[in-house]
């Protein structure tokens, strides 16, 4: 019963830690605009508000239905996502836009709240409970309409101000930073042209990863057999004195039981005087388990 | 339109869905191949279980058809069946699983017992590396050259997995490559075995192995697991899946699963792992240039890895004590390919000494060359993905 019970809390235990791994924590305040422009980004009603980008920066969905959004630290539960709508899930790696307009009667992604130009804005989204801040930001009174406050990677980094120019895009809706390329593989195509370098490192790395298997058992077996030798003294020091005296004095080489055994034949079956020379030749198995197909590979062991 | 020309009309339609109307040379080609394979596997006997599905895959993947009548029957049509099937190759989930078998199937006692094996292993890996370096000459991206060199490693899930994540396009010619050069070993591998070693190096008789207890064996997946995945966290899917196999079999009261893993579930995805690769190889998508250049490519890493192998173990040699040498002939099992390279490492052993067995002892290099090749899979996804 006692064991069931256990059982039944570690999985308890086990399954929360796993729904806390893939909670919303991943979710990230990612870029906002507070002075939305004409040339800005609009809504599904053409309107041109203040928005705020969210960012699922796991690598696994992240479902944002009764989570918090607001710019009031004293009312954390001032926005409801809104459950039932499909668009709440967020894939990986995703970003989902949320319109300040304050008419939250738009749709799920229209607050209930807006945001005040001129002065400091503060965001927060809170997780279900209204209590756990996930991630805040403070957007400065300084960014001006058509600016927005966003970090300089999704999900990561620094924020900084961006003004829309060739050099700091802005990205309602997508990646901060636009990978046209992958700068990993240029890295190696640049400076690592003929893969030498490529080769040293990754062999140092497969050296290493089995050096390091090999030392561990070769520590391991070493344990083991200082373990088993301690073992058997243990077992031999609980025989019978007499019993490990025999044991002691022990030779049973195959040579001197032959020896003996000749010798007491001679003796109770007398012969004549013979001149004859007996030789003893151990005979060796050449045959070895080590070889043998029972001991193959699909052999499974039982306890 | 009268009756006749109704039927007409219909039956010219039917016309241009059959393979005869949209067959092209390609196909044709690609369907010998498959032919050829499906001989090279009941005829030669070369790697059965996986040459009849890739070969029979191979003959499915290239039945012409009309690929604008949107049918969804093809592997890359969204839907399709065999797209479903297929999803576990692309996806990368059918080689962890095949992992997983191969881990519930291996015994690691020879490498328990003498470690210094893993060294060899590890050093075959050279061939993955030494093809990079050939397909960057040639001309492929850093990502492709790396999912290319794999084929090196000798193990065709490792090659799925990685080529799926890298490479993508050139996936089909990889499998393929890796999974025919594997069945080709035992021509591959004899000769530079033979070129790299003398008569007397072939006839060294090494020491069995010291007997090696059931908690020193169930250690080894647990510790293994975590020392390799600490070191190449992107190997995880395979290091832990293949250390995750030998657990359930060598703990002693999984056998059940142990059994499963082993048998039912290898064969499932094995099944399903050959036909999707060769139905994967439609002639459209596989008969480029790119493919005649992996092809080259795989054979070079092949022979580069078995001669590393073998190559290291004389290096060793150099500064092992008299009584603890090495036979060269296992350094070929250093790829992974098991358990074929070691029966080759077995039978060369056998031909010079027929009282020589070396299977065991190269079992060792054998499955440290699985480990190798995932780690190696690992660091070339660690760096280029």
């Known amino acids: 019963m006692i064991k069931r019970l256990f059982m039944m809390l570690a999985l308890v235990v086990a399954a929360g830690l796993a729904l806390s791994a893939q909670s919303r924590g991943a979710l990230r305040i990612n870029e906002v605009m507070v002075q939305n422009t004409d040339q800005g980004f609009t809504d599904e009603y053409g309107k041109h508000s203040a928005w705020i980008e969210l960012f699922n920066s796991n690598f696994g969905p992240i479902e944002i239905s009764s989570i918090y959004l607001t710019n009031d630290s004293t009312r954390p539960k001032l926005y409801p996502v809104p459950m039932g709508d499909v668009n709440t899930k967020i894939p990986k790696r995703q970003h989902v836009v949320f319109f300040a307009d304050g008419e939250p009667n738009k749709g799920t992604f229209h607050t209930n709240f807006e945001l005040t130009p001129g002065q400091d804005n ?3 989204i809170y997780d279900a409970d209204g209590l756990t801040l996930i991630d805040e930001v403070v957007i400065p009174a300084s960014v001006l309409p058509g600016q927005s406050w966003a970090r300089t990677e999704d999900g990561q980094g620094q924020w900084a101000l961006r003004t829309g120019g060739n050099d700091d895009y802005i990205t309602p809706s997508s990646a901060n930073i636009i990978k046209d390329t992958n700068h990993k593989i240029e890295d190696f195509a640049e400076r690592d042209a003929n893969g030498f370098g490529m080769t040293v490192m990754a062999m140092c790395i497969v050296f290493s990863a089995l050096l390091v298997l090999c030392l561990s058992f070769y520590g391991i077996g070493k344990i083991n057999s200082i373990i088993s030798r301690r073992n058997k003294a243990v077992a031999h020091g609980n025989e019978a004195p007499e019993l490990a005296e025999i044991r002691q004095t022990q030779h049973d080489t195959g040579e001197e039981i032959a020896a003996i055994a000749m010798a007491l034949r ?34 499974l062991p039982h306890r | 339109m009268d009756f006749g020309d109704f039927l007409l009309k219909n039956l010219r339609q039917f016309w241009e869905l059959t393979g005869f109307a949209n067959a092209e040379w390609g196909n044709i080609i690609m369907l010998l191949v498959g032919l050829f394979f499906i001989w090279l596997a009941i005829k030669k006997n070369f790697e059965p279980m996986l040459l009849v599905p890739i070969g029979f895959g191979i003959l499915i993947g290239n039945i012409p058809f009309n690929t604008e009548a949107g049918l969804e029957i093809g592997i890359y049509e969204e839907g399709s069946v065999l797209n479903i099937l297929y999803n576990g190759v692309s996806a990368g989930w059918y080689p ?12 690691f006692s020879a490498l328990i017992a003498n470690p210094k094996l893993m060294l060899i292993g590890a050093a075959a890996q050279f061939g993955i590396f030494g093809a990079y370096m050939v397909a960057l000459a040639i001309g492929f991206a850093p990502d492709q050259a790396g999912a290319i060199a794999i084929i090196g490693g000798a193990d065709g899930p490792t090659a799925i997995f990685l080529s799926s994540k890298l490479a993508p396009n050139l996936m089909g010619a990889i499998a393929v490559s890796a999974y025919s050069y594997m069945a080709l070993v035992p021509v591959i591998q004899p000769p530079l075995m033979r070129l790299f070693t003398t008569k007397k190096e072939r006839l060294i008789k090494m020491k069995p192995a010291r007997a090696v207890r059931q908690n020193e064996k169930i250690i080894f997946p647990i510790v293994g697991m975590l020392l390799t995945c600490f070191v190449v966290p992107s190997g995880i899917p395979l290091l832990g899946m293949l250390f995750f196999g030998n657990l359930l079999r060598e703990c002693g009261v999984t056998t059940r699963l142990a ?22 190889t439609q002639a459209s998508q596989f008969l480029t240039p790119s493919t005649i250049f992996i092809f080259f490519l795989g054979f070079m890493a092949f022979i580069i890895a078995s001669s590393s192998g073998v190559l290291f173990v004389k290096l060793f040699n ?22 074929m390279s070691a029966r080759i490492s077995n039978n060369i052993g056998l031909e010079y000494d027929p009282s020589n067995y070396l299977l065991m002892h190269a079992m060792g290099p054998n499955v440290a060359g699985v480990i190798g090749s995932a780690v190696a899979a690992g660091v070339l996804l660690g760096f280029l993905a």
């Open chain 2, 259 to 280: 059994k499963t893993a082993s048998n039912a579930l290898t064969d499932i995805v094995t099944i399903l792992l050959g036909m999707t690769v060769g139905a994967s």
């Open chain 1, 122 to 124: 503060w965001i927060g």
């Open chain 2, 318 to 339: 150099l500064v092992l004590p008299k009584d603890k040498k090495i036979n060269p002939l296992i350094g070929n099992a250093g790829v992974s390919a098991v358990p």
């Open chain 1, 266 to 299: 001679d003796h109770l079956e007398a012969h004549d005087a013979e001149s004859t020379i007996l030789t003893l030749k151990k005979i060796r198995r050449a045959y070895s388990p080590w070889s043998s197909k029972i001991y193959g590979l699909r052999e």
């Open chain 2, 96 to 107: 962890p699983l095949i992992f997983l078998g191969i881990g519930a199937m291996t015994d």
